[in-house]
Structure formats: C-alpha cells, structure tokens
C-alpha cells in the first residue's frame, strides 16, 4: 500500500485502529454466544434472546440518528469521540453481569451499548479515511475485513463455552471494549487527510443529502444493507438445518457458519484494491450481481453435494461484504470535506435502521417456506443497489471515486452535481 509524503505511520495507524474498532465493537458480538446462557438462568423465551439482539440494533440506529443530528464526528475529536463511546459500552456491558439484573434491565443496557457503539464504528471510518487518500478503499477495506472476523468470531466461541458461564463472555467483551477505549485515547491519532472540526451547522444533514453522488452511494449501501445483516445473523441457523438433513455434528455447522462469515475477510481487501484500481462504482455492481446470485442459488443447493454448497456459501460470503468498505469510502470522497462524519453517520444510520427489518423477515421466510427459498427475497437489495451504483457511475461525479478520468462513461446523468 503505497503512503503519500505526510502520511508516516498511516500502516501502524490502521493496525492499531483495526484493533480498537473490533475490540471496541466486541459487546455487539458477544451477545450471540451469551444469550442462550442468560435465558436459562432468567426462565425467558427466544423473544428475550431477540430483543437483545435487536435493542442493539435500535440503539445503534438511535445513537446515530443522534451523531448525524449533532454533527459529533465533525465537532469534535474523532479519536475521543470514540474512546469515549467505547468506554461507555464497555461499562454497559458490564453492568449486565450484575445479580439483580433482570431480562427488562438487560434490554435497556443492550440499548445504551446500541447507543455508544454508533460512537465507535463510524468515527473510525473517518479515521482511517484521515490517514488514506490515494489507497483510502484498500485502508477502509482492512477496516472493515477485520470487524468481519469480529462478527464470524461468536461462531466459533460456541464450540468451547458452556452457556453457563455466559458471565465470563460478557466480562471479556466489557474488557475488551475498555481496552479499545485506552488504545483510541493513547494510540490513535487523526490522519493529515482528516479535515479540521467542524462548528455546528443545522443544515449541515441537510447539505450532505443534497448531494446526489452521496444519495446514490448511500442508496447503494441500502441494497447492500438489505441483505447483509439479515445473512450474517441467520446463516448459523442455515448450517444447523443444513447438518441436521445430511446428520452433520451441529459443531461442523458451527465452523461452515464461521467460514462463510469470516470469507468476506478477503472479499474487502480484495475490493479494496480493485476499487481503488477501477472505481469503487464497478466494484460494488460486481460484488452485488454475485451476492444477490448466490441468494437465490444457496437454498436450492440444501441437498446438491456438500462441497458444491460449501463453495456457494463461501462465494456470498466473499462477495456479500466485498462492497461494504467501498459505499463508505465512496461517500468520504463525495461528501463535503467538513461534514465527512456526519454523511458516514448518516450512511450507516440508515443502512442499520433497513437491516432491523431483514433480520426479522428471513425467520419468517424459512417458516413459511423453508431454508430452500428463505433467502431469495434478500436478492431485491443488491439488485437495487446495482442500478443506483450504476447511475452514480455514469455521473459526472464518479472521477471522485478512483476511476480514472478516461474510463469514465458520460450518459444522461452527466449534469449530476
């Protein structure tokens, strides 16, 4: 990865932001493998269990609705903005392991951690944006391909944890969202591509969504969005019925659930570079066209060959992420320099709110009917978001996105501004 004069430090930088972010993240993840463990103790149901999961998502989209609002990444600090939020979910978290904390409590902390995680994860967005201008998709991308193993790791942690001891999960991940805190504060540090802070400005949301490459990329991201949350938080549920219709340990169904999440690892750092080669537009249509494909085709191969269907689900799980970095970076090079955190804030807050939506349908799609065609539906995403990425493309807009001057396709949209 090459480094422009100025820009020392930027690979140590991204190391030791990587770090921070997933351990930063890591009360999100953890509540995967400690869900089964607090039901049990608490008597409750599967509904408990969901609305853990899902007052994370609602706090998060909350948290930076309100971020977005306040223009927070933008005023202040990103650094401290985010060791802050850090430090906060971590002592949330920790707060769950308390005695007399009941499953109505747990509910309103798994919120409050919701809240403080949309402190975290965009900031560093901007960040790593800070440090990388010329290789910025390629930086962004190894942002985001490390959270992916992050997100894959709860998977594996079944294999070894009693549920009993879910205390001692939620421990770490407070500890671990403690330790991202001390290393935002100490380590990182804002690049000197990140634009000065920003005084309040009430029309600053306004400005950000009146921009039309920020529109289309952020449009982009929602079909992205559609689909990927709503996979990533049931293809564990997928291998287990797939184990359980060719008498597969569940633990092998726990290792196929990791692999296919832990693939899109190498999705992002691969469309990192090509998008920073070839245009982050093209890399996003290419990524969507195979993922929205392996949608549809994955239910249907249930029953076909064990290693035709392991190769499918590795291939969405390259390709269904592979974009993710790319419609972040698109939108730190469209948006106006000094509301660079607000539009990230913006772009995820949206994206989030759109996956509460999914994660609830795919159930409800294998219910009705079956894991064969539960996720065919999940292919609308990435074919709408193909078509917006594709306008923004041909827009006189897309120079600012890595493609070179000469590969630009002039259409209809040329006027976009």
Same mark, same amino acid.
């Given at each position: 990865? =090459?480094?422009?004069?100025?820009?020392?430090?930027?690979?140590?930088?991204?190391?030791?932001? %990587?770090?921070?972010?997933?351990?930063?993240?890591?009360?999100?993840? %953890?509540?995967?493998?400690?869900?089964?463990?607090?039901?049990?103790?608490?008597?409750?149901?599967? /509904?408990?269990?969901?609305? $853990? &999961?899902?007052?994370?998502?609602?706090?998060?989209?909350?948290?930076?609705?309100?971020? /977005?609002?306040?223009?927070? %990444? #933008?005023?202040?600090? !990103?650094?401290?903005?985010?060791?802050?939020?850090?430090?906060?979910?971590?002592?949330? &978290?920790?707060?769950?392991?308390?005695?007399? !904390?009941?499953?109505?409590?747990?509910?309103? *902390?798994?919120?409050?951690?919701?809240? /403080?995680?949309?402190?975290?994860?965009?900031?560093?967005?901007?960040?790593?944006?800070?440090?990388?201008?010329?290789?910025?998709?390629?930086?962004?991308?190894? $942002?985001?391909?490390?959270?992916?193993?992050?997100?894959?790791?709860? =998977?594996?942690?079944?294999?070894?944890? #009693?549920?009993?001891?879910?205390?001692?999960?939620?421990?770490?991940?407070?500890?671990?969202?403690?330790?991202?805190?001390?290393?935002?504060?100490?380590?990182?540090?804002?690049?000197? @591509?990140?634009?000065?802070?920003?005084?309040? =400005?009430?029309?600053?949301?306004?400005?950000?969504?009146?921009?039309?490459?920020?529109? *289309?990329?952020?449009?982009?991201? $929602?079909?992205?969005?559609?689909?990927?949350?709503?996979?990533?938080?049931?293809?564990?549920? @997928?291998?287990?019925?797939?184990?359980?219709?060719?008498?597969?340990?569940?633990?092998?169904?726990?290792?196929?659930? @990791?692999?296919?999440?832990?693939?899109?690892?190498?999705?992002?750092?691969?469309?990192?570079?090509?998008?920073?080669?070839?245009?982050?537009?093209?890399? &996003?249509?290419?990524?969507?066209?195979?993922?929205?494909?392996?949608?549809?085709?994955?239910?249907?191969?249930?029953?076909?060959?064990?290693?035709?269907?392991?190769?499918?689900?590795?291939?969405?799980?390259?390709?269904?992420?592979? #974009?993710?970095?790319? @419609?972040?970076?698109?939108?730190?090079?469209?948006?106006?320099?000094?509301?660079?955190?607000?539009?990230?804030?913006?772009? !995820?807050? +949206?994206?989030? *709110?759109? !996956?509460?939506?999914?994660?609830?349908?795919?159930?409800?799609?294998? #219910? *009705?009917?079956?894991?064969?065609?539960?996720? +065919?539906?999940?292919?609308?995403?990435?074919?709408l978001g193909i078509v917006a990425m594709w306008r923004l493309q041909r827009s006189t807009r897309a120079h600012a996105l890595g493609i070179p001057l000469e590969q630009l396709t002039r259409g209809p949209n040329t006027h976009d501004q």
């Amino acid at each position: 990865m =090459n480094r422009q004069p100025g820009q020392r430090g930027g690979v140590f930088q991204l190391a030791a932001l %990587s770090a921070a972010t997933i351990l930063g993240m890591t009360p999100w993840f %953890s509540a995967t493998v400690a869900a089964p463990g607090m039901m049990a103790e608490w008597g409750t149901g599967p /509904a408990t269990a969901a609305w $853990l &999961t899902i007052a994370v998502q609602l706090g998060f989209v909350a948290g930076t609705c309100l971020s /977005a609002g306040l223009m927070l %990444s #933008d005023r202040f600090s !990103t650094r401290k903005l985010a060791a802050g939020c850090a430090l906060c979910a971590g002592v949330a &978290t920790l707060l769950l392991v308390r005695r007399d !904390t009941g499953p109505n409590q747990a509910i309103v *902390l798994r919120a409050i951690t919701g809240i /403080a995680l949309a402190g975290v994860y965009p900031p560093g967005i901007k960040i790593a944006a800070g440090w990388w201008r010329e290789r910025r998709g390629t930086a962004i991308g190894i $942002l985001v391909g490390a959270l992916t193993i992050g997100s894959a790791a709860p =998977n594996l942690l079944r294999l070894g944890i #009693d549920v009993s001891q879910w205390r001692t999960i939620v421990v770490a991940a407070a500890v671990g969202a403690m330790i991202s805190a001390a290393v935002f504060a100490l380590v990182v540090r804002e690049g000197p @591509f990140q634009a000065p802070s920003a005084p309040f =400005n009430p029309r600053a949301l306004r400005a950000v969504l009146q921009d039309r490459g920020v529109l *289309l990329a952020t449009a982009g991201y $929602l079909g992205h969005m559609w689909e990927l949350y709503a996979m990533w938080s049931s293809i564990g549920a @997928f291998w287990m019925y797939v184990a359980a219709q060719r008498s597969i340990a569940p633990s092998v169904a726990a290792v196929f659930a @990791f692999a296919t999440i832990a693939a899109g690892t190498l999705g992002c750092v691969i469309a990192g570079i090509a998008g920073d080669r070839v245009g982050r537009p093209l890399v &996003t249509i290419v990524a969507m066209a195979l993922s929205g494909t392996c949608a549809i085709l994955i239910g249907t191969l249930v029953s076909a060959p064990l290693v035709l269907l392991i190769a499918v689900a590795i291939i969405w799980g390259v390709s269904i992420v592979a #974009d993710s970095a790319q @419609f972040s970076a698109s939108v730190t090079e469209l948006a106006p320099s000094r509301y660079v955190g607000t539009a990230i804030t913006m772009q !995820t807050c +949206v994206g989030f *709110l759109l !996956t509460i939506v999914t994660i609830r349908l795919v159930p409800v799609w294998a #219910d *009705l009917w079956g894991w064969e065609r539960a996720y +065919v539906p999940l292919a609308i995403g990435p074919a709408l978001g193909i078509v917006a990425m594709w306008r923004l493309q041909r827009s006189t807009r897309a120079h600012a996105l890595g493609i070179p001057l000469e590969q630009l396709t002039r259409g209809p949209n040329t006027h976009d501004q």
